[in-house]
C-alpha cells in the first residue's frame, strides 16, 4: 500500500534556485528506480522560502530501498548541499487552520 508523506526543504543561504532545480528532479529520479506511485506531487514554497512536498511512496519497503539505493543516495546527496531537511511542523503555515503555500507546480 502506497505511504503519503510529505517533506519539508529549507534552503541553505544562497541555494534557494539550486534547490528548485532539484525538486524537478526528485520525482522522476524515484520514479525510475521504482520507488514512487504515479501519483503527481504537490510542491509548494513557504514565506520562508521553505519547500514542502507531499508525494508517494509506493510502500515502507520502497521507503526502505530508498536508503540503499546508490541513484538516489546520490541524490539526496546534492539535495544536503542545497538545504536541510525540517520536520514539517517547524514551517510557521502548518500551524495554521488552512495553511497557505504558494505553488510550485
Known amino acids: 500500500m502506497g505511504r503519503i508523506v510529505i517533506a519539508a526543504y529549507r534552503p541553505k543561504p544562497g541555494k534557494e534556485e539550486e534547490l528548485a532545480?532539484?525538486?524537478e528532479t526528485h520525482l522522476p529520479i524515484l520514479r525510475s528506480e521504482d520507488l514512487v506511485t504515479d501519483r503527481e506531487s504537490i510542491i509548494m514554497q513557504a514565506e520562508d522560502g521553505t519547500i514542502l512536498e507531499v508525494f508517494e511512496w509506493r510502500s515502507r519497503e520502497a521507503i526502505?530501498?530508498?536508503h540503499e539505493n546508490p541513484v538516489v543516495l546520490?541524490?539526496?546527496g546534492?539535495?544536503?548541499e542545497a538545504c536541510d531537511y525540517i520536520p514539517a511542523g517547524e514551517v510557521v503555515e502548518i500551524g495554521a487552520l488552512f495553511s497557505e503555500?504558494?505553488?510550485m507546480n
Do not use: H, N, Q, R
Request: neutral net charge.
Open 101 to 103: 503555500f504558494t505553488p
Open 64 to 66: 526502505a530501498a530508498a
Open 74 to 76: 546520490e541524490m539526496w
Open 21 to 23: 532545480a532539484l525538486m
Open 78 to 80: 546534492k539535495y544536503a
